[in-house]
Each structure stands twice: as C-alpha cells, then as structure tokens.
C-alpha cells in the first residue's frame, strides 16, 4: 500500500470516536475559535504564528487552507462531544508522500479540554488514520523545547525523542526556538503505541 496511491487532498477526511470528531479545517472556522483568540491568551505562547486578534486567526486558518490546496498539509478543526463545541485545530503538515511521512502539530486545545484526555482520542484517531488507513510509516512531532507541557504529552503517547534542533525557528518576539523532534514509527505503532494510547482511553 503506497501513500500516494491512498492519500487523496481534495477528499474531505472525518475521524470519529465517542469523544471527538475531526474533520477538514475551512474558512468560516474562524467563528468557531475566534474566542480562544480574546479569551485564552495561554494557548498561543508557544505558537510560531503570533495570534492577537480575529485577522491573526482568519490568517491562520487561511494559511492552513492554502497548504491543503498546495498538498502539503491536510488541518482539522477539533468537536468535542462532552462539551458540545469546538476546542481546537491539529494538521497533518510536511507531508512526503515519496517518503510516506509526515508531521503531526500545530495542535492546541482550548484551557478547558486541558488533562481531560482529548488529546489521547485525536493522537489515537490521528494516528490510526495516518498508519492503518493511509500507509505512513513515520509520523514526526516537533515542539519549542522550552514547552514542557506538550513534550510530555507526547511522550505519554509513546513519541520517542530523537533530539533537539538548536536555534531552529523564529518566535514572533524575534528570539529564536529550540526544537525537540520526536516521531512513531509503523513498527512502534503496531507493537505497543495503539495499546499504549488505547488504554488511556478506554
């Protein structure tokens, strides 16, 4: 199964569970999120992107949008089905289908779904839906290395860390990130990580 043959960027892709619901990241989102812009400063401090205002999150999204069309990305928007509202973005990116590869991040969640287990329903589906339905057999996280509380996460997921990138990217304050890189592997998918991650929401 070659992920060219399976990945398909114009097709929109839904991924469902008891908790949450994926699906493709469009234009009138900004309606849906726009109040995590005014209302949740916090979730944005270690964004690459800085988000102030409603022209910052319709930019966003926009961008997200655009590397859809150019095919190298493929964003979601986040349903939680507890709180009955959208909480969130995630995005496959840097997707290589030559190399059946890609990245798993710009992920953020409002305060709210914050170590409620969300986060274990959209990597479980996330994941299945990369290795088991397309074909992938490496998926990458990166994060700013000073962002403690996404690194673990991750890492309770079942990431391995494979280094730091000194100086990699530029914050919207002028200073420059560290980045850690993590990844999963097909292998490490099938072995242990879908058990892993399954049993943190069961």
């Known amino acids: 199964m070659l992920v060219q043959d399976n990945f398909d960027f114009s097709k929109d892709y839904c991924l469902e569970d008891e908790r949450v619901i994926l699906r493709p990241l469009c234009s009138l989102d900004a309606a849906e999120l726009a109040t995590y812009v005014s209302n949740e400063p916090e979730i ?27 095919k190298t990305a493929y964003p979601f928007i986040v349903f939680d089905k507890q709180s009955n509202k959208y909480v969130g973005s995630t995005r496959f990116y840097d997707i290589q289908l030559n190399f059946e590869s890609t990245q798993l991040g710009y992920t953020w969640y409002s305060k709210e779904v914050w170590g409620k287990g969300l986060n274990a329903h959209c990597k479980y589906l996330l994941l299945q839906f990369a290795f088991e339905q397309m074909g992938f ?36 304050d002028g200073t420059r990130r560290d980045s850690i890189v993590l990844s999963i592997t097909k292998e490490e998918w099938e072995q242990n990580v879908k058990a892993l991650i399954k049993s943190q929401i069961a």
Not at 44 to 70: C, P
Not at 143 to 166: F, Y
């Open 44 to 70: 944005w401090k270690y964004s690459l992107v800085a988000i102030h205002k409603l022209e910052d999150l319709n930019g966003y999204i926009e961008t997200a949008i655009q590397s859809r069309k150019d």
């Open 137 to 172: 057999k490496r998926v990458e996280f990166r994060a700013d290395n000073d962002n403690k509380r996404s690194i673990a996460a991750m890492q309770k997921i079942g990431c391995t860390v494979e280094g730091v990138l000194r100086s990699h990217l530029p914050r919207p």
